[in-house]
């Protein structure tokens, strides 16, 4: 990993994550046209080009939502609530003087009335952002820790992180939606395709069944690399905003070493969270389906700032 | 032939000279934007002064030198953010928050003070305002900086110097660390 920046400037990260969300919609793009397209020969032979501009539009009309309600969305399914004026004041504090120290307004806080620590940040942009933090987070850590973790989460906030994770989940919802379509009407509508014939016809017949079977694979593999990507990023930025990268790392290892699932997190949200929420028990090829690095991992790093 | 290829380098330097200007624009920009969160929270802790100062006073009312320092520092105070420039201004902030610690010195001598919740939570108050104070200075001094060094180096200080972009000065108040050792005096 290259060193960290000498000064935390969102400028530059903001910057950078808009040309990731332009290869991400571009990406996406053409994945949902391949989708698209075997969806359709799967559905009737012939009408797989009807289908592209249906995905796109589909998956449009998803994006645009989510952009405007997709943080109201997270927040309600993880039953996060408002932090009421004057409840939780250290926690407020700590949000508010560390967005200054960012250049943000502070977020809207919310919290999840859950004892597994855990946080997390959604929004389209810092204007219009929320964090969430478990009431675990606020009982088990101490000030420095909860100043670590919430300004990792700012850092998603700032950097614009929040919005590409938006994006991103809802994308890869939709290629889910999808391929979940074709493989259906693969069996509901046996009958009508026995009638081409043609080998020109089975053959991509078998290319779209193959199309629809790895899209959503590679859509959630995506979505998972540019999640444990941003989460190194928010550790580095979030250390260097505290300047003190123990607080963080002291947090990630109280994180670790609770074994309680969130029980309101799901798979869909699980990418969003400070730490992985779920603690499933880890598998072949974990590396590739984790949605966060790995926590020792995460620790070496801010150990070596 | 030979026109077009001139008119294309003076349209590429046209759009490079644009391009240069508005940089140094959107820095400046952001330097005034972080000033602006400074002098929040500037404010925010003159607000919280009268109050605190008449606290103290119902227990300690024989301190008054303590008191009038604080008064005194806070209306200088007030008075370089009229007219002053940053560098004056964080001398006459320096001051007050020197002043403003040792009224928190002198109220640690009142053990009946500090158990009074009004002066607890403007005690709170105000060292939540101080941290906020340091990281809007941190936030500040960061984008002075990238300005700064943008107006002083190749190719954009020449932008720069034709354009009239000066350099802005960074906002220094004593670290609050510094200050966690109070400095009484007795006199």
């Given at each position: 990993m290259a060193a960290p920046p000498s000064r935390l400037n969102i400028y530059d990260a903001v910057a950078a994550n808009r040309w990731r969300t332009v290869a991400l919609i571009t990406v996406f793009t053409g994945l949902l046209s391949a989708l698209g397209f075997a969806v359709g020969e799967i559905f009737a032979p012939g009408g797989g080009l009807a289908m592209v501009p249906a995905a796109l539009g589909l998956s449009g009309v998803s994006a645009t939502a989510s952009y405007f309600a997709g943080d109201k969305l997270v927040l309600a399914q993880s039953q996060a609530r408002e932090l009421a004026p004057g409840e939780e004041a250290q926690l407020r504090n700590i949000v508010e003087t560390l967005s200054i120290g960012l250049g943000i307004p502070p977020p809207r806080i919310y919290v999840i009335d859950d004892t597994a620590p855990n946080a997390f940040a959604t929004g389209r942009d810092p204007k219009h952002a929320s964090i969430a933090v478990t009431s675990g987070l606020i009982d088990k850590l101490d000030r420095s820790e909860l100043e670590g973790v919430i300004a990792h989460e700012l850092s998603h906030v700032g950097n614009h992180d929040i919005r590409v994770m938006l994006l991103v989940t809802v994308l890869v919802g939709t290629v889910a939606l999808l391929s979940d379509w074709g493989m259906r009407s693969m069996f509901w509508g046996?009958?009508?395709?026995?009638?081409?014939?043609?080998n020109t016809g089975a053959l991509i017949l078998i290319l779209a069944l193959v199309l629809a079977i790895l899209t959503p694979i590679i859509a959630q593999l995506i979505r998972l690399a540019v999640s444990r990507q941003r989460e190194f990023l928010a550790d580095a930025s979030g250390a260097l905003l505290t300047r003190y990268p123990p607080g963080l790392a002291s947090a990630l290892r109280k994180i670790a070493a609770?074994?309680?699932?969130?029980?309101?997190?799901n798979k869909a949200t699980?990418?969003?969270?400070?730490?992985?929420?779920?603690k499933d028990a880890p598998r072949a090829m974990d590396g590739l389906f984790d949605?966060?690095?790995p926590i020792a991992e995460r620790i070496r790093r801010l150990e070596a700032m | 032939m030979e026109i077009l290829i001139v008119l294309v380098v003076i349209g590429l330097i046209i759009v490079f000279v644009v391009g240069l200007y508005n940089r140094l624009v959107t820095l400046r920009q952001r330097v005034r934007e972080a000033w602006a969160d400074i002098d929040v929270q500037l404010k925010r802790r003159w607000d919280l002064i009268p109050n605190l100062v008449e606290t103290v006073k119902g227990y300690a009312a024989h301190e008054r030198q303590t008191f009038e320092a604080v008064t005194k520092a806070r209306s200088d105070a007030m008075a370089a953010a009229q007219t002053g420039s940053p560098e004056q201004r964080a001398q006459a902030e320096n001051a007050l928050g020197a002043a403003l610690l040792n009224l928190r010195a002198v109220a640690e001598a009142y053990p009946q003070l500090q158990a009074i919740q009004e002066f607890k939570d403007l005690s709170e108050n105000l060292t939540a305002t101080e941290d906020k104070i340091a990281f809007a200075r941190r936030f500040y001094n960061g984008n002075v900086r990238d300005y700064n060094t943008a107006i002083q180096t190749v190719p954009t200080n020449i932008i720069a110097g034709m354009f009239g972009f000066t350099p802005e000065q960074y906002f220094e108040l004593t670290d609050p660390a510094q200050r966690e050792v109070p400095k009484v005096s007795f006199s």
């Open positions: 046996r009958g009508r395709r026995d009638r081409g014939g043609a609770d074994k309680e699932a969130l029980e309101v997190a699980a990418s969003l969270y400070f730490a992985n929420p779920l949605t966060h690095p | -």
